[in-house]
Every structure is written in structure tokens, then in C-alpha cells.
């Protein structure tokens, strides 16, 4: 708790958790939504914001308000869906990796350096191109999460080097513990904030791709997220026709997370990392 | 030591990197459960593609070479490759009997030119405004530009680009909605076309810059932090080494190294975007050719644009990997 | 031995720490009194963590935040002239750097720009302090330079990670001397350096000091460098000086309890009894103990000492300690 104290006096973080906080309630609304959100043609269609709809209609005939309590809801599932999947195998490969070393090193280091080369977007189109039909929240998650976690692989697996060097891995192999048992209750403490910071990120780069992938039209397009939202907007030439609200919607809720995600990672880091936290002392 | 140790990791990589990749690319329609020729044709009838009479026929049996559903899978690898090195990647089924290969180099020039310009241009400006910040990291310029970065520098291409794009198009007027250039132009070196295509590339391209700069900036200005604490930094200043020398000479030049790696290792992220971008402005390059493919449901366009690009960005990663040496004396003189 | 060429008087220097609105004080440097001489060799030793490397660089002129200066002064004497160095503009330090006070720094791995040859250090090295017209002329001096400290010419040409430790501090060692400076500085220059390479390397600081006739200021916590090289030694304990005498003296007569513990711990020839070490850790600087910061570890602690820090006491005409056990501090002050 202290630490979070000592995060809440950063102002990105103080910003962060309460834009986060308000998403968070924005998307338990859709428990409380009147209306079903796979069903169109639910209220009249294009209406401006009013005291009724507050967030207007669109060419659907659904409400924007309610519909939108629903894309920030399915957006979060399929980031976080996501996100621990793709800590899972991040973990997995960094830590066998790092402590095993020799030829496991190389080999799973050459896979995560190839995922990181190769361009990832495109693979990642032409499997949801043939799985179309079947990708919905849980499957895009899986999906995004087989090819995320390259990066955060290569982290986790740099930590737990510098952890192999330090005396209580000795310690620890000398009086005969395990190697699971020593990785996970020794190395995982250790990590654990870096697996945190790398989640954030992971999510926003998620969402980021599940935005992009309904644009193109390559989504289950009656499931409400960010994406399809925006998808539906820009198919039926909303910013032509004037209708800012419908458009605006999915946008800021966007921005605001997407923001809020980095910003929450960007004062996490910071605090853990002592090299780029030198920087916020002094002066 | 520079060759075994440097220079021949790299180069089976590379190589391992494109058979991977394109292996990939080869087994993903097949590990799929359903019937991948079916399917393609379902596809294209579902959205009304118009086929001509005896096209149908060549799809099929160019699905089926594609696809390899001549012999086992072992001989259809192979000639998966032998097509592949004779430069076939089969035709477009939307644009029959149009090769891919020609769809791609149509589209090429535009992707790479708005590309080299703003990956360029945005590392090169985006490590020097950052190289400063980080050296004069209390100074106010220094903190307001920052919280700038801050704010877009986690926006995705397609967000930031559709802001842009409401703006500066829609809303203000002041940049054409889509396009390369004004329709019914024919490209040529005249001075008209040549500022249409500049005028239609100031989105696109500002997108692009804008968000790298911003990404450029952040992480140099970090590594300019850590540069600065080290001891050459604070021996120089101790000996009273002029100011402008240390921040070029001894900050700026060491803070660059990982900033090289780094453009090798975003590459792939930045061609991405650059696509998505394309996209959201209609500019007539690989993204907005990869939007047709797929929304026409020509998967042999999408496999031939995703074989091209694991090719060439695998490739431009080498280049930037060899490149780095001649920074580096450490790696150079191992 | 000259007048005084380098004085500090109640010198403090603390570093503010804003640790997430939190702000911490580091009473690294705390009331300092120096005068060190023209062509002498003045040793300043003390357990890591006692503020030495922070007082060298106030002596230096090179408080920069978090470090801040809290009060007192350094004052160089240059050409005659005494100058207080607040007083001095960024440029006019900037100058007197390398030619009137130079700085070997703390030997490691990364103390040379790595992706420069020797030359082209030198050269800026050079271009920032001499009005160098001809392409060839720093290039020249350095030469020149190396050849006359016995050093080959050829590592000119060598990137730093090809050249040995050893070799990268003598290069540092002929850098700082370049320019003929009447101070020469140097924080820990042979600690991370095996004990043959350092003998080499403190026999060069010996021949130029000898060479130049000039002051050498050297920090190191090892006693056996400074039994080798200093004329006088002040022992420095969190963040002040608690005795100061010529090197017979403090190694022949140590008077302060601190200091005894510091010379008992050094091995001896022949001697097989264990070397005793100081008991306890170094205290915190943050929060340094009351009165005498040694008494907690001090095995002759008295009741003053918790309260009160001694002044010092002048138990030779060239020696003073600051230390209940010696007198009232009738001589200076120490706190």
C-alpha cells in the first residue's frame, strides 16, 4: 500500500487510475444496459444527443451510450484475454530461457527474434481473413496473445539473468531446491513487477490491434467493441453525414484509455527501474 | 572474431527468419480446418466478385497449386518455393489474371517513399530534439515537449491518423480527404503532379512522422539520461571539455547506438503502421492495395503482399544490423 | 612545502533526494575545514560512504543538483590571487579546468567515450582549453605528451576497450596533466586496478607530481596508497574531518580512535596476529548520529560524545584531531 501511495503523488498515475477507475464503472454499466446489444433497430435511428439518448442513436438503431458501455467492456476482455496469455508464454519462454540457457536460449531467443521481425500485422490479418467466422472475444484474444509476447519474453528472460547471478541462486542450488521451486519462489517475486508493466502495455497494444482488425472489417461485426463501433461509424459515412456524436464516441473512449494504460506503465516503470527514476530526483 | 561472432549470426538469421516466416505463410491456410479453395470461392462469391467465364476454372486450379493440393505436403513445400524464387506469387483473383507480383510493384513506389521519408526523418529528428531534451532534461522546452510526447506517443497509427485525418480534411478543409495524387492525373516528373503527390502525402506522411518522432524522442531522451551518468560524460565535464562538444561528441554520438538497434528491432511495427495509415488516407500503397485484398477476399494478394513484406523488412532489418558496426568500434574492433 | 593554493572553510555540501514528494537530505559534506599547499601530496581517506568523493567535488568546483552547496566556501588561489569559486561564472570554471586544477577520475571501464580513439579525446581535451589553429598541432602535443610520461605514442590510435585498465588510467593520468595544472584531483584513481597495476600507476602520479611541483588531492580508502604517496592525510568520518596530520604522523602516532582502526586494519610485514576492522557499519548520512558521529562505533564512547562534537585540539604543530579523548577542541572547529 505504501507503494501505491508513493505512485498516487505522480500525477500520470493519479490521472491514469481515476480515467481508469471511471472506464472500469463505464463498462460495469453495460450490466445495467436496457438494451440488448447484439439487436438493432432497438431505438430510432440518428438521433442527436438528448436527455433520452445521452450519448445520441446511430444508423443502427441502437443507443451509443449503452452501446459504448458494452465496446469498453469487450475491448477490456479481449486485452486482458490477451495480456495474461501472452504473460504466460512470455514467462514461460523467458524463464526456461534465462535459467536453462545453452541451446534453449538460443532457440527460443531466435523464435522471439523472429516474431519481432517479422512483420506481425499481416500474419495476424491472414489468420483472421480464414477464422473469421469464428473469432470471437475469447478466440481474437488467444489469437493476439500467440503473437505478443515476444518482446516481454526478451525482458523477463534479461531479468532473470542478472537474477541467476546474484548469490541466493547459489544459495539456493547448493542446499538443493528445485528448479521449479527455486524459479517460482525466488525468481518470481522479482519479476513480477515487470511482468505488470509489460501487461499494461500489452493491453493497449491489444486493443491497438482489435481496433485495427474491425476496421478492416475482419471481426465479428455484431459484437460491440472500440473497433467495431468505429467500423460501423465509418461504414455508414457518419463524419460525411455530420453525425460527430457517433463517431466521436468510440474515439475518446480510445484515447482516454489508451492514454491512461501508458501513462499507468510509464509511472510504474519508472518507480521500479531506479535507472530512470535518478531522473525524477533531485534538481 | 567481428565476422564469426557479428556478422555470419546475423546472416543465418536472416535466412532462418524468411524460411520461418514464409513457411508460415505456407501452413497457415492448411493447419485451418476448412478447405481453403472452397472457402476462397465462397468468399469471393459472398461478395459479389464478377467472374468472367473460363476464370473460374484458372482460380480453381491455381488455388489448388497455391493451396498445394497436388501431392503431399512435402512435394506442395517445394514447389511452393520453386514458385517463389522464380518471382511467381500467383495472380490476383479480384484483378484476374493480373499477377501479384504486378499489383505490388504498382503500389510499391508510394509505400516506400512515404516510408523512407518518414522512418528517416522522424528517427533522425525525433533522436535530436530528444538528445537535447534528455541533456537539458530541467529546461522548460525540455518538460512541455515531453508531456506532448506523452499524450501521443500511445495513440495507435489508426487512431492518431482518423484524428488527423477528421481535422485537417474534414474539418478545417485544409489537406484533400484521399488519394495520392488528384484523380485522373497520370504520373509523370511534371512540376503539377510531383505537388499533388507532396499535397496528398502531407497527412499520411505527418501521421507517420508525428507518432515515431514522438517515440523517438521518449526513449532517446531516457537513454540520453543514462548516457549522461556515466563516467566519461562527468570526466569530460570535469576537464572543463566545451559543452557543445559533450553533448554531440560524447552524449548524442553514444546515446545513438541503441537508438540504431532500435530502429532495426521497430521496423516491422513502423512498415505496420505505415500500412494502417494508408488505409485511413486511401493512399494508393501496399496498405491500401492489403484493404482492397481484403475486403475483396483475395487471400493469393494477401499471401503475395505478406511474402513480399517478410522479405523486405527482414532485409532492411540487415541492413540497419550491418550498419551498426561502423558506429560501434566495439563491435567493429571485437 | 608552499602556501595554501586550495582552502575550504565550513564547507557543506548536502544532496536534497526528492524521492516521490519526499525530500531527503544527504549530509554528505558537513562543515569542512582544508587548507592544502602548494607542491604537496594531500591524502583524504575514510570508509566508503563518508562523503570524500562529495568533497572532492566541491573542491572542484563541481556542485551541480542534487548536490548543493549549504554553505561556507572553497577558495583557489590563482596566480596570487585568492578567488572564491561561487563567485565564478560557468566559463570561468570551465577555463580553469585542466590548466590550473585537473581531475583523474575513479578508474573503470567507461571513463573514456568509447566510440572515440585516444586522439580524438585528446584533441577535445585540448581544442576546449588552447586556441589550436594547425589540424596537426593537438595531435603533436599529445604526442609529444605521452612520450615524455614514457608512454607509447601508439595508443593514440587505439580505441578505449583495446587498451588495459592500467593503460586507461595513465591515459587519464596523462590527460590531467596535459596542461601543466597547479591541482591535480584524483578520486579513487587506482581502486579498480590489481595491486601491480596500481603501484605502476601511483609510481606515474609520484613522477609528476615531482615533474610539476605541483599539488596532488587524492581520495582513496586505501591506506596502503596513501602510506605510499601522501605528505599529509586527513581522515574524513561521515561527512567530516576528524584528524589531520602529515603521513609519519598519522601512520606513526593516529590519534583519533577512527583513525587507529584504519591503520590496525592494514596488514603488516611479518605480523600473523588477524587485522581487526572497524566494528558496526558506517552511519547513515541522512541521519547521521548525535554529537560525535563515531561514538556508537567508538569503544572509548563517553557520555559527551553522544551529545556534543569535539573542536579540534592541535596535539602537534602540524596535527589536530577532533576528539574528546585529546582535549576540549580548543583549536578550531570541527562541527
Same mark, same amino acid.
Given at each position: 500500500?505504501?507503494?501505491? =501511495?508513493?505512485?498516487? =503523488?505522480?500525477?500520470?498515475?493519479?490521472?491514469?487510475?481515476?480515467?481508469?477507475?471511471?472506464?472500469?464503472?463505464?463498462?460495469?454499466?453495460?450490466?445495467?444496459?436496457?438494451?440488448?446489444?447484439?439487436?438493432?433497430?432497438?431505438?430510432?435511428?440518428?438521433?442527436?444527443?438528448?436527455?433520452?439518448?445521452?450519448?445520441?442513436?446511430?444508423?443502427?438503431?441502437?443507443?451509443?451510450?449503452?452501446?459504448?458501455?458494452?465496446?469498453?467492456?469487450?475491448?477490456?476482455?479481449?486485452?486482458?484475454?490477451?495480456?495474461?496469455?501472452? =504473460?504466460?508464454?512470455?514467462?514461460?519462454?523467458?524463464?526456461?530461457?534465462?535459467?536453462?540457457?545453452?541451446?534453449?536460449?538460443?532457440?527460443?531467443?531466435?523464435?522471439?527474434?523472429?516474431?519481432?521481425?517479422?512483420?506481425?500485422?499481416?500474419?495476424?490479418?491472414?489468420?483472421?481473413?480464414?477464422? =473469421?467466422?469464428?473469432?470471437?472475444?475469447?478466440?481474437?484474444?488467444?489469437?493476439?496473445?500467440?503473437?505478443?509476447?515476444?518482446?516481454?519474453?526478451?525482458?523477463?528472460?534479461?531479468?532473470?539473468?542478472?537474477?541467476?547471478?546474484?548469490?541466493? +541462486?547459489? +544459495?539456493?542450488?547448493?542446499?538443493?531446491?528445485? +528448479?521449479?521451486?527455486?524459479?517460482?519462489?525466488?525468481?518470481?517475486?522479482?519479476?513480477?513487477?515487470?511482468?505488470?508493466?509489460?501487461?499494461?502495455?500489452?493491453?493497449?497494444?491489444?486493443?491497438?490491434?482489435?481496433? +485495427?482488425?474491425?476496421?478492416?472489417?475482419?471481426?465479428?461485426?455484431?459484437?460491440?467493441?472500440?473497433?467495431?463501433?468505429?467500423?460501423?461509424?465509418?461504414?455508414?459515412?457518419?463524419?460525411?453525414?455530420?453525425?460527430?456524436?457517433?463517431?466521436?464516441?468510440?474515439?475518446?473512449?480510445?484515447?482516454?484509455?489508451?492514454?491512461?494504460?501508458?501513462?499507468?506503465?510509464?509511472?510504474?516503470?519508472?518507480?521500479?527501474?531506479?535507472?530512470?527514476?535518478?531522473?525524477?530526483?533531485?534538481? | 572474431?567481428?565476422?564469426?561472432?557479428?556478422?555470419?549470426?546475423?546472416?543465418?538469421?536472416?535466412?532462418?527468419?524468411?524460411?520461418?516466416?514464409?513457411?508460415?505463410?505456407?501452413?497457415?491456410?492448411?493447419?485451418?480446418?476448412?478447405?481453403?479453395?472452397?472457402?476462397?470461392?465462397?468468399?469471393?462469391?459472398?461478395?459479389?466478385?464478377?467472374?468472367?467465364?473460363?476464370?473460374?476454372?484458372?482460380?480453381?486450379?491455381?488455388?489448388?497449386?497455391?493451396?498445394?493440393?497436388?501431392?503431399?505436403?512435402?512435394?506442395?513445400?517445394?514447389?511452393?518455393?520453386?514458385?517463389?524464387?522464380?518471382?511467381?506469387?500467383?495472380?490476383?483473383?479480384?484483378?484476374?489474371?493480373?499477377?501479384?507480383?504486378?499489383?505490388?510493384?504498382?503500389?510499391?513506389?508510394?509505400?516506400?517513399?512515404?516510408?523512407?521519408?518518414?522512418?528517416?526523418?522522424?528517427?533522425?529528428?525525433?533522436?535530436?530534439?530528444?538528445?537535447?531534451?534528455?541533456?537539458?532534461?530541467?529546461?522548460?522546452?525540455?518538460?512541455?515537449?515531453?508531456?506532448?510526447?506523452?499524450? !501521443?506517443?500511445?495513440?495507435? %497509427?489508426?487512431?492518431?491518423?482518423?484524428?488527423?485525418?477528421?481535422?485537417?480534411?474534414?474539418?478545417?478543409?485544409?489537406?484533400?480527404?484521399?488519394?495520392?495524387?488528384?484523380?485522373?492525373?497520370?504520373?509523370?516528373?511534371?512540376?503539377?503532379?510531383?505537388?499533388?503527390?507532396?499535397?496528398?502525402?502531407?497527412?499520411?506522411?505527418?501521421?507517420?512522422?508525428?507518432?515515431?518522432?514522438?517515440?523517438?524522442?521518449?526513449?532517446?531522451?531516457?537513454?540520453?539520461?543514462?548516457?549522461?551518468?556515466?563516467?566519461? !560524460?562527468?570526466?569530460?565535464?570535469?576537464?572543463?571539455?566545451?559543452?557543445?562538444?559533450?553533448?554531440?561528441?560524447?552524449?548524442?554520438?553514444?546515446?545513438?547506438?541503441?537508438?540504431?538497434?532500435?530502429?532495426?528491432?521497430?521496423?516491422?511495427?513502423?512498415?505496420?503502421?505505415?500500412?494502417?495509415?494508408?488505409?485511413?488516407?486511401?493512399?494508393?500503397?501496399?496498405?491500401?492495395?492489403?484493404?482492397?485484398?481484403?475486403?475483396?477476399?483475395? %487471400?493469393?494478394?494477401?499471401?503475395?503482399?505478406?511474402?513480399?513484406?517478410?522479405?523486405?523488412?527482414?532485409?532492411?532489418?540487415?541492413?540497419?544490423?550491418?550498419?551498426?558496426?561502423?558506429?560501434?568500434?566495439?563491435?567493429?574492433?571485437? | 612545502?608552499?602556501?595554501?593554493? &586550495?582552502? /575550504?572553510?565550513?564547507?557543506?555540501?548536502? #544532496?536534497?533526494?526528492?524521492? $516521490?514528494?519526499?525530500?531527503?537530505?544527504?549530509?554528505?559534506?558537513?562543515?569542512?575545514? &582544508?587548507?592544502?599547499?602548494?607542491?604537496?601530496? #594531500?591524502?583524504?581517506?575514510?570508509?566508503?560512504?563518508?562523503?570524500?568523493?562529495?568533497?572532492?567535488?566541491?573542491?572542484?568546483?563541481?556542485?551541480?543538483?542534487?548536490?548543493?552547496?549549504?554553505?561556507?566556501?572553497?577558495?583557489?588561489?590563482?596566480?596570487?590571487?585568492?578567488?572564491?569559486?561561487?563567485?565564478?561564472?560557468?566559463?570561468?570554471?570551465?577555463?580553469?579546468?585542466?590548466? $590550473?586544477?585537473? #581531475?583523474? *577520475?575513479?578508474?573503470?571501464?567507461?571513463?573514456?567515450?568509447?566510440?572515440?580513439?585516444?586522439?580524438?579525446?585528446?584533441?577535445?581535451?585540448?581544442?576546449?582549453?588552447?586556441?589550436?589553429?594547425?589540424?596537426?598541432? /593537438?595531435?603533436?602535443?599529445?604526442?609529444?605528451?605521452?612520450?615524455? &610520461?614514457?608512454?607509447?605514442?601508439?595508443?593514440?590510435?587505439?580505441?578505449?576497450?583495446?587498451?588495459?585498465?592500467?593503460?586507461?588510467?595513465?591515459?587519464?593520468?596523462?590527460?590531467?596533466?596535459?596542461?601543466?595544472?597547479?591541482?591535480?584531483?584524483?578520486?579513487?584513481?587506482?581502486? /579498480?586496478?590489481?595491486?601491480?597495476?596500481?603501484?605502476?600507476?601511483?609510481?606515474?602520479?609520484?613522477?609528476?607530481?615531482?615533474?610539476?611541483?605541483?599539488?596532488?588531492?587524492?581520495?582513496?580508502?586505501?591506506?596502503?596508497?596513501?602510506?605510499?604517496?601522501?605528505?599529509?592525510?586527513?581522515?574524513?568520518? /561521515?561527512?567530516?574531518?576528524?584528524?589531520?596530520?602529515?603521513?609519519?604522523?598519522?601512520?606513526?602516532?593516529?590519534?583519533?580512535?577512527?583513525?587507529? $582502526?584504519?591503520?590496525?586494519?592494514?596488514?603488516?610485514?611479518?605480523?600473523?596476529?588477524?587485522?581487526?576492522?572497524?566494528?558496526?557499519?558506517? *552511519?547513515?548520512?541522512?541521519?547521521?548520529?548525535?554529537?560525535? *558521529?563515531?561514538?556508537?562505533?567508538?569503544?572509548?564512547?563517553?557520555?559527551?560524545?553522544?551529545?556534543?562534537? *569535539?573542536?579540534?585540539?592541535?596535539?602537534?604543530?602540524?596535527?589536530?584531531?577532533?576528539?574528546?579523548?585529546?582535549?576540549?577542541?580548543? $583549536?578550531?572547529?570541527?562541527?
Amino acid at each position: 500500500m505504501r507503494l501505491f =501511495r508513493d505512485l498516487l =503523488r505522480d500525477v500520470r498515475f493519479a490521472v491514469a487510475f481515476w480515467v481508469l477507475c471511471l472506464l472500469l464503472t463505464f463498462a460495469a454499466l453495460s450490466l445495467f444496459s436496457p438494451y440488448d446489444p447484439t439487436r438493432w433497430g432497438q431505438v430510432p435511428r440518428d438521433l442527436r444527443p438528448s436527455a433520452e439518448h445521452w450519448l445520441g442513436t446511430d444508423s443502427n438503431g441502437q443507443d451509443v451510450f449503452w452501446n459504448a458501455t458494452f465496446a469498453v467492456r469487450n475491448s477490456l476482455i479481449i486485452a486482458v484475454i490477451a495480456g495474461v496469455v501472452s =504473460r504466460i508464454i512470455a514467462v514461460i519462454v523467458g524463464m526456461v530461457a534465462g535459467y536453462r540457457g545453452g541451446s534453449w536460449d538460443r532457440a527460443l531467443m531466435f523464435l522471439s527474434d523472429s516474431l519481432l521481425v517479422i512483420p506481425l500485422f499481416l500474419i495476424i490479418v491472414m489468420m483472421a481473413m480464414l477464422i =473469421r467466422a469464428s473469432l470471437n472475444l475469447a478466440t481474437l484474444g488467444l489469437l493476439l496473445a500467440f503473437f505478443g509476447w515476444a518482446w516481454d519474453a526478451r525482458l523477463i528472460r534479461s531479468q532473470i539473468l542478472s537474477l541467476r547471478e546474484r548469490d541466493f +541462486t547459489q +544459495t539456493a542450488i547448493l542446499s538443493g531446491t528445485g +528448479t521449479l521451486k527455486l524459479v517460482l519462489n525466488e525468481y518470481m517475486p522479482y519479476a513480477m513487477p515487470l511482468i505488470f508493466s509489460t501487461l499494461i502495455n500489452n493491453m493497449a497494444w491489444a486493443i491497438g490491434l482489435e481496433i +485495427t482488425l474491425a476496421i478492416l472489417g475482419l471481426l465479428d461485426m455484431s459484437i460491440p467493441t472500440l473497433g467495431t463501433m468505429l467500423y460501423w461509424a465509418i461504414n455508414y459515412q457518419a463524419i460525411l453525414l455530420g453525425r460527430w456524436w457517433w463517431v466521436l464516441t468510440p474515439i475518446t473512449l480510445s484515447v482516454m484509455l489508451f492514454i491512461a494504460l501508458y501513462w499507468l506503465s510509464v509511472s510504474i516503470s519508472e518507480y521500479l527501474d531506479p535507472r530512470t527514476r535518478v531522473q525524477r530526483v533531485g534538481a | 572474431m567481428f565476422l564469426k561472432q557479428y556478422l555470419i549470426p546475423r546472416l543465418i538469421q536472416y535466412v532462418l527468419v524468411i524460411l520461418l516466416g514464409i513457411t508460415a505463410v505456407f501452413f497457415i491456410p492448411r493447419l485451418l480446418p476448412n478447405d481453403p479453395v472452397l472457402r476462397t470461392i465462397a468468399e469471393m462469391r459472398a461478395r459479389g466478385a464478377y467472374l468472367e467465364p473460363g476464370a473460374m476454372d484458372k482460380i480453381i486450379s491455381d488455388l489448388q497449386q497455391m493451396y498445394g493440393l497436388e501431392g503431399s505436403w512435402f512435394d506442395q513445400y517445394l514447389a511452393f518455393w520453386g514458385r517463389l524464387f522464380r518471382g511467381d506469387l500467383g495472380v490476383s483473383f479480384f484483378q484476374f489474371p493480373t499477377p501479384v507480383l504486378d499489383l505490388i510493384m504498382t503500389a510499391l513506389p508510394w509505400t516506400v517513399g512515404l516510408l523512407l521519408t518518414t522512418t528517416l526523418l522522424s528517427w533522425a529528428i525525433g533522436n535530436l530534439i530528444g538528445g537535447f531534451a534528455g541533456y537539458y532534461a530541467d529546461r522548460s522546452w525540455s518538460r512541455t515537449l515531453d508531456a506532448i510526447a506523452m499524450v !501521443v506517443r500511445p495513440l495507435p %497509427y489508426y487512431i492518431f491518423a482518423f484524428a488527423l485525418l477528421l481535422l485537417f480534411a474534414y474539418l478545417l478543409r485544409w489537406f484533400p480527404v484521399s488519394g495520392g495524387a488528384r484523380l485522373g492525373m497520370r504520373p509523370s516528373w511534371t512540376w503539377p503532379f510531383i505537388q499533388s503527390v507532396l499535397w496528398h502525402s502531407v497527412l499520411p506522411a505527418l501521421s507517420i512522422f508525428i507518432l515515431s518522432a514522438a517515440a523517438w524522442f521518449q526513449t532517446m531522451k531516457l537513454v540520453v539520461q543514462n548516457v549522461n551518468a556515466e563516467s566519461f !560524460v562527468a570526466y569530460a565535464k570535469l576537464s572543463g571539455v566545451q559543452e557543445s562538444r559533450i553533448v554531440s561528441r560524447y552524449v548524442i554520438r553514444n546515446a545513438l547506438l541503441p537508438q540504431i538497434t532500435g530502429l532495426g528491432l521497430s521496423l516491422g511495427l513502423i512498415f505496420s503502421g505505415a500500412l494502417i495509415t494508408e488505409i485511413v488516407y486511401s493512399y494508393p500503397g501496399l496498405g491500401t492495395l492489403l484493404y482492397n485484398a481484403i475486403v475483396n477476399g483475395d %487471400y493469393n494478394l494477401i499471401m503475395g503482399i505478406t511474402i513480399f513484406s517478410i522479405i523486405a523488412i527482414t532485409t532492411s532489418v540487415l541492413i540497419v544490423d550491418l550498419m551498426y558496426p561502423f558506429f560501434d568500434p566495439r563491435i567493429r574492433y571485437m | 612545502m608552499g602556501d595554501a593554493i &586550495l582552502r /575550504a572553510e565550513a564547507l557543506r555540501a548536502f #544532496y536534497a533526494l526528492d524521492i $516521490y514528494g519526499k525530500t531527503k537530505i544527504i549530509q554528505a559534506v558537513n562543515d569542512v575545514d &582544508l587548507e592544502i599547499r602548494e607542491n604537496e601530496v #594531500y591524502g583524504i581517506a575514510g570508509e566508503s560512504g563518508c562523503g570524500k568523493s562529495t568533497l572532492l567535488k566541491a573542491l572542484a568546483a563541481a556542485i551541480e543538483p542534487p548536490l548543493r552547496l549549504m554553505g561556507g566556501k572553497v577558495v583557489y588561489r590563482v596566480n596570487g590571487a585568492e578567488i572564491d569559486v561561487a563567485t565564478l561564472s560557468q566559463e570561468e570554471k570551465r577555463r580553469l579546468r585542466m590548466t $590550473y586544477i585537473a #581531475y583523474v *577520475p575513479q578508474g573503470s571501464m567507461s571513463v573514456l567515450n568509447p566510440v572515440m580513439r585516444i586522439r580524438d579525446t585528446y584533441r577535445d581535451f585540448i581544442e576546449s582549453h588552447l586556441d589550436v589553429r594547425q589540424k596537426g598541432e /593537438a595531435f603533436a602535443l599529445a604526442r609529444e605528451h605521452l612520450v615524455e &610520461l614514457g608512454l607509447p605514442p601508439k595508443i593514440l590510435d587505439a580505441y578505449p576497450h583495446q587498451l588495459s585498465g592500467g593503460m586507461r588510467q595513465r591515459v587519464t593520468i596523462a590527460l590531467a596533466t596535459l596542461l601543466k595544472p597547479r591541482i591535480i584531483i584524483g578520486d579513487e584513481p587506482t581502486t /579498480a586496478l590489481d595491486v601491480v597495476v596500481q603501484r605502476g600507476v601511483v609510481q606515474l602520479l609520484r613522477d609528476v607530481q615531482s615533474r610539476l611541483k605541483n599539488t596532488i588531492v587524492l581520495v582513496t580508502h586505501d591506506m596502503g596508497v596513501h602510506a605510499n604517496i601522501a605528505d599529509r592525510i586527513g581522515i574524513m568520518y /561521515a561527512g567530516k574531518i576528524v584528524e589531520e596530520a602529515s603521513a609519519e604522523r598519522i601512520f606513526g602516532a593516529p590519534t583519533h580512535p577512527y583513525t587507529r $582502526y584504519l591503520i590496525d586494519s592494514l596488514p603488516r610485514f611479518g605480523d600473523k596476529t588477524p587485522r581487526e576492522s572497524v566494528p558496526g557499519s558506517p *552511519p547513515s548520512l541522512a541521519n547521521p548520529p548525535s554529537g560525535c *558521529p563515531f561514538h556508537p562505533r567508538c569503544p572509548h564512547a563517553m557520555e559527551i560524545c553522544k551529545r556534543e562534537m *569535539p573542536g579540534f585540539t592541535r596535539v602537534a604543530p602540524d596535527h589536530r584531531v577532533a576528539c574528546w579523548l585529546v582535549g576540549e577542541g580548543s $583549536y578550531g572547529k570541527a562541527a
